[in-house]
């Protein structure tokens, strides 16, 4: 007899959605979100499916290295048990994985929904059941100051409280400060998050943050401004600023979190699953909770489906600080039935049936 549980089937994709406008950070923008859909169908006919976002400003990934890798898995897993697979993941990171987090991240989300769906577990009991809803943040990306300040107004239109402001553009400094200078304008009561994606230097970081002391302003957290090898830095940086600072490029594994809490580089560590995958997350929280540190849930440029499995990591381990899940509303189309609901800037996945509940539309 056929275990209900052996894989049929491994069928991966191109996925381009539309973005409204260009998501932009320090390294560059994106207009289109150029990710890839991995689909893993099981002997009783149930399907997982996972999503790879791969961001070349963010880390150089590209959507042809996530297919070329999650292309190669499509010869060795039909046949393999999904009951195993956390040992597929750890194979998979041998045979290509380990060169692309991104086709790591999207295969393991496809393995692990289709285990818990096959199971009618869903993945926010599966990660712990701590809790089922987050506050989210939303982003104003790189752009003029005009453009910053309606995108902020049109933010808090939402009824999203939290602001994220991507900093370390073009325009420097001074670019940076005339940007937040007139968000808070617009949002005046909105916390500011303000995320280099490690395109400041020191000399500018400094600069930076004489300006917005000067100004009145104070940051609710600062996010990865320096080289993510610049640990010394980045500790000066808390020292100088007084503020707290998140790691971000910084904190892709357990050992990178065990070198930040002993360089006092940082009190938080943003936790993406496209780094590194589920695997490497779960053992990164678990690093940096033990180190106390705080914990952030991020991502790239995700859909639904890959931001939902983010939803339920972190709403599921519990005490995540700060969640930054809104790139779903930047996209301009959702080839996806299912996910998270977003009231404001809450989250919630309590209503998810199975897996990380999301689906591609008919």
């Known amino acids: 007899m056929i275990s209900p549980t052996l894989i049929r089937a491994c069928t991966v994709a191109p996925l381009d959605i539309p973005l409204h406008v260009p998501f932009g950070i320090s390294g560059g923008a994106q207009a289109m979100a150029n990710n890839v859909l991995v689909t893993i169908e099981l002997a009783d006919g149930t399907r997982g499916y996972g999503e790879a976002a791969p961001l070349p400003p963010y880390n150089g990934e590209t959507q042809a290295m996530a297919l070329a890798a999650l292309n190669g898995a499509r010869a060795w897993l039909p046949g393999r048990e999904g009951n195993d697979w956390r040992a597929l993941a750890a194979e998979f990171f041998t ?136 640990l010394t830095g980045a500790a000066a940086l808390i020292k100088e600023s007084g503020w707290k600072v998140a790691a971000d490029e910084s904190a892709c594994t357990a050992d990178d979190a065990r070198a930040l809490a002993a360089a006092g580089a940082a009190h938080v560590v943003n936790i993406k699953l496209m780094k590194s995958g589920i695997l490497a997350a779960l053992e990164l929280a678990q690093v940096a909770r033990a180190a106390g540190l705080g914990l952030m849930i991020g991502g790239n440029v995700e859909s639904i489906l890959a931001m939902s499995v983010s939803a339920c990591f972190a709403a599921g381990l519990g005490g995540f600080e700060f969640a930054d899940l809104d790139t779903p509303l930047f996209m301009a189309t959702n080839p996806f039935d299912g996910g998270f609901t977003l009231e404001g800037g809450r989250i919630s996945v309590a209503h998810l049936a199975a897996g990380h509940g999301t689906q591609p539309r008919a």
């Open 95 to 230: 045979r290509g994985g380990a060169s692309c987090g991104s086709a790591q991240c999207a295969l393991e989300m496809a393995l692990l929904d289709a285990w818990t769906r096959q199971r009618g577990q869903t993945m926010w009991k599966f990660f712990g059941g701590a809790s089922t809803t987050l506050e989210t943040d939303m982003t104003v990306t790189t752009g003029t100051v005009a453009e910053a300040a309606d995108a902020a107004r049109a933010i808090r239109a939402r009824g999203i409280r939290l602001i994220k402001v991507k900093v370390g553009g073009v325009g420097g400094p001074a670019g940076d400060l005339a940007r937040v200078a007139a968000i808070q304008a617009a949002a005046p009561d909105a916390p500011l998050i303000l995320d280099g994606n490690a395109g400041l230097s020191r000399v500018a970081a400094s600069e930076l943050v004489r300006g917005l002391k000067a100004a009145g302003i104070s940051p609710a957290l600062l996010e990865q401004w320096l080289a993510k090898d610049d």
